[in-house]
C-alpha cells in the first residue's frame, strides 16, 4: 500500500522509511540501516537476530508455492515444515489445522468480546487506526480490516505473515499493512493509534512489560488496548497450543522438555502469564486505567449461558478474585 498515512519508522534511529513495495530492501536515510523486504512486508526487527536456516528454508518453501497453492494448502504445507510435525500425531495436526483455518471466525468472537468489554469499561476508541500486535497468519486482520480505516499488523515471523499476506489477498483486503517486527520496538511513530489489540498473543511475549509500554507509546490519547491472555495456573482447561493439561504449574524451565516429551512439539515460544504477571505489565504501562476480568467462555465458542455464569462470578468480590487466578483466560483493556 503506497498512500499509507502512518510512516514506518527504522527502529534503530527512528528516521521515517521509504515505502517503495516492490523493493527488495528499504535503507534508512537517517542511520544507514538496510532492512530486507520480501513481497511488501519489510523486516524492521530490531535488533536484528542472527539468522535461522530452519527459518529461512521454511521461507523459501513457502515462497516457491506462494503464487501456485491456494490458501488453506498453503497453511498446511506451513505446518508440515514446523519443527517437529513428523513425530505429532495425525490427530493433532488435524486438530492444529482447522485451529488456524477456523481463525478468522474467532477472531471476529474475539474482537467482539474485546469491543464489549471496552465499551462497558471506557466506551468504544474511535475506528481510525488500529494495530494489531502479533497478528500471526492475519486471525483478528479481517475483523479489524472492517472496523477501521486503516491497520497495522505486526509480527516476528515472515512465514506467518506470508500467510496473512495471501489470506488478505485473497479477500482483496488492501486497508492492512504487515510488517515483521518486534513488540519492545514497534517500528511505528508515537500517538497515531485509536487501538490496538493483542489476540491470543500475550503467551508467546517474553517480555510483557516491555511490549505493553510499547503499545501504550503509539496509541492516541484515549486510545485503548484490549487482549485476552491464557492463564498460566489455568486449572480446567488443555493447555491450548498442545492439548495437555496443568503445564503452566511445572517451572517454567521444565515445561519444553515436558511437552517435548508428551506431544513431540517444541515449547520454546510460549510463556504463559499468571493474573499477577499480567497485572504487572499493564498496570506499569498504563497506570490505574486497567481492567481484568474473565474472557468469555462465548468468544471460544461455548453458549452464551456460560458467560452469564461467569459474569455472576465475577460479581461477588472475594469468590471473583479467587477464581481468577485459576480461570483459563483473562480478558483486559486498558486506557491510556
Ligand atoms: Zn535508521
Given at each position: 500500500?503506497?498512500?499509507?498515512?502512518?510512516?514506518?519508522?527504522?527502529?534503530?534511529?527512528?528516521t521515517?522509511?521509504?515505502?517503495?513495495?516492490?523493493?527488495?530492501?528499504?535503507?534508512?536515510?537517517g542511520?544507514?540501516?538496510?532492512?530486507?523486504?520480501?513481497?511488501?512486508?519489510?523486516?524492521?526487527?530490531?535488533p536484528?537476530?542472527?539468522?535461522?536456516?530452519?527459518?529461512?528454508?521454511?521461507?523459501?518453501?513457502?515462497?516457491?508455492?506462494?503464487?501456485?497453492?491456494?490458501y488453506p494448502?498453503?497453511?498446511?504445507?506451513?505446518?508440515?515444515?514446523?519443527?517437529?510435525?513428523?513425530?505429532?500425531?495425525?490427530?493433532?495436526?488435524?486438530?492444529?489445522?482447522?485451529?488456524?483455518?477456523?481463525?478468522?471466525?474467532?477472531?471476529?468472537?474475539?474482537?467482539?468480546?474485546?469491543?464489549?468489554a471496552?465499551?462497558?469499561t471506557?466506551?468504544?476508541p474511535?475506528?481510525?487506526f488500529?494495530?494489531?500486535?502479533?497478528?500471526g497468519?492475519?486471525?483478528?486482520?479481517?475483523?479489524?480490516?472492517?472496523?477501521?480505516?486503516?491497520?497495522?499488523?505486526?509480527?516476528p515471523?515472515?512465514?506467518?505473515?506470508?500467510?496473512?499476506?495471501?489470506?488478505?489477498?485473497?479477500h482483496?483486503?488492501?486497508?492492512?499493512?504487515?510488517?515483521?517486527?518486534?513488540?519492545?520496538?514497534?517500528?511505528?511513530?508515537?500517538?497515531?493509534f485509536?487501538?490496538?489489540?493483542?489476540l491470543?498473543?500475550l503467551?508467546h511475549?517474553?517480555?510483557?512489560?516491555?511490549?505493553?509500554?510499547?503499545?501504550?507509546r503509539?496509541?492516541r490519547?484515549g486510545?485503548c488496548?484490549?487482549?485476552?491472555?491464557?492463564?498460566?495456573?489455568?486449572?480446567?482447561?488443555?493447555?491450548?497450543?498442545?492439548?495437555?493439561?496443568?503445564?503452566?504449574?511445572?517451572?517454567?524451565?521444565?515445561?519444553?522438555?515436558?511437552?517435548?516429551w508428551?506431544?513431540?512439539?517444541?515449547?520454546?515460544?510460549?510463556?504463559?502469564?499468571?493474573?499477577?504477571?499480567?497485572?504487572?505489565?499493564?498496570?506499569?504501562?498504563?497506570?490505574?486505567?486497567?481492567?481484568?476480568?474473565?474472557?468469555?467462555?462465548?468468544?471460544?465458542?461455548?453458549s452464551?449461558?456460560?458467560?452469564?455464569?461467569?459474569r455472576?462470578?465475577?460479581?461477588?468480590?472475594?469468590?471473583g478474585?479467587?477464581?481468577?487466578?485459576?480461570?483459563?483466560?483473562?480478558?483486559?483493556?486498558?486506557?491510556?
Amino acid at each position: 500500500m503506497n498512500d499509507f498515512p502512518i510512516p514506518l519508522l527504522c527502529p534503530a534511529c527512528q528516521t521515517p522509511l521509504p515505502v517503495t513495495p516492490q523493493a527488495v530492501q528499504l535503507g534508512c536515510d537517517g542511520c544507514g540501516a538496510r532492512y530486507p523486504q520480501t513481497l511488501g512486508i519489510p523486516d524492521l526487527r530490531y535488533p536484528h537476530p542472527a539468522p535461522d536456516p530452519a527459518e529461512e528454508a521454511v521461507v523459501a518453501r513457502l515462497l516457491e508455492a506462494y503464487d501456485r497453492l491456494e490458501y488453506p494448502d498453503l497453511v498446511a504445507l506451513r505446518l508440515r515444515l514446523e519443527p517437529g510435525a513428523e513425530a505429532a500425531s495425525e490427530d493433532l495436526m488435524a486438530h492444529i489445522t482447522e485451529y488456524v483455518l477456523t481463525q478468522p471466525e474467532r477472531g471476529r468472537r474475539m474482537i467482539g468480546m474485546y469491543r464489549t468489554a471496552l465499551a462497558e469499561t471506557f466506551g468504544l476508541p474511535e475506528s481510525c487506526f488500529a494495530f494489531d500486535l502479533g497478528c500471526g497468519s492475519g486471525a483478528s486482520l479481517f475483523t479489524l480490516a472492517e472496523t477501521y480505516e486503516y491497520v497495522v499488523g505486526l509480527e516476528p515471523s515472515l512465514a506467518s505473515l506470508l500467510l496473512a499476506r495471501k489470506a488478505l489477498e485473497t479477500h482483496d483486503i488492501t486497508n492492512v499493512r504487515l510488517v515483521q517486527g518486534y513488540g519492545q520496538h514497534i517500528p511505528l511513530p508515537a500517538e497515531q493509534f485509536d487501538y490496538a489489540n493483542a489476540l491470543n498473543v500475550l503467551e508467546h511475549v517474553f517480555e510483557a512489560e516491555a511490549v505493553l509500554q510499547e503499545i501504550h507509546r503509539i496509541l492516541r490519547p484515549g486510545g485503548c488496548f484490549a487482549a485476552d491472555s491464557r492463564n498460566r495456573f489455568d486449572l480446567f482447561l488443555p493447555e491450548p497450543h498442545v492439548q495437555i493439561r496443568w503445564v503452566g504449574l511445572l517451572p517454567r524451565r521444565w515445561a519444553a522438555p515436558y511437552v517435548r516429551w508428551r506431544t513431540g512439539l517444541t515449547y520454546d515460544h510460549t510463556h504463559l502469564l499468571s493474573y499477577g504477571d499480567l497485572r504487572r505489565a499493564l498496570r506499569n504501562a498504563f497506570g490505574e486505567k486497567f481492567r481484568i476480568t474473565f474472557a468469555y467462555p462465548s468468544a471460544y465458542g461455548a453458549s452464551e449461558r456460560a458467560d452469564a455464569w461467569v459474569r455472576t462470578l465475577a460479581g461477588i468480590p472475594l469468590a471473583g478474585r479467587l477464581a481468577l487466578q485459576v480461570y483459563p483466560s483473562h480478558l483486559a483493556v486498558a486506557r491510556k
